[in-house]
C-alpha cells in the first residue's frame, strides 16, 4: 500500500533511476534534388543518436477515500550533449513525411 511520504511511495513517486531516450532519423541528404526532378528516388542518412534524460516523476493530485490516489505521470526531458552525436539546435534535418511516402 502506498502511503504518504513513505520510502515506497516515494520510489514510486520519484525513482531514482536513470532513463535515457535515443532518437535516430532519416535525414534526407538531395531534398533539393528530388523536389525539383533531378532525382526520382529520395536518399536518405540515419542520423543520430540524439539523447535525452527523462526525468520520471508521478504528481499526486489527489489521495480517494477508498486508498487509492489519483496522479498524473510527468516526463520532462534534458539534452544529453555528451551521448548525443547529433546537434540539437544546429543541425537541419530534412525528414520523410511517411504518410505522405507511403500514399503514392
Known amino acids: ?3 504518504d511520504g513513505g520510502e515506497i511511495f516515494e520510489m514510486w513517486r520519484k525513482p531514482e533511476v ?8 532519416f535525414n534526407i541528404t ?9 532525382d526520382s528516388k529520395i536518399k ?13 516523476e508521478h504528481k499526486v493530485t489527489k489521495f480517494n477515500d ?5 496522479a498524473i505521470p510527468l516526463h520532462p526531458l534534458t539534452w544529453v550533449e555528451e551521448l548525443s ?6 543541425d537541419t534535418l530534412y525528414l520523410p513525411h511517411i504518410a505522405m511516402l507511403v500514399s503514392f
Open 66 to 70: 477508498n486508498a487509492t490516489l489519483s
Open 30 to 38: 538531395n531534398a533539393e534534388e528530388y523536389m525539383s526532378g533531378i
Open 85 to 90: 552525436e547529433g546537434n540539437q539546435e544546429n
Open 44 to 56: 536518405v542518412k540515419e542520423v543520430g543518436p540524439y539523447v535525452y534524460r527523462e526525468f520520471l
Open 18 to 25: 536513470e532513463l535515457y531516450t535515443k532518437v535516430y532519423l
Open 1 to 3: 500500500m502506498l502511503t
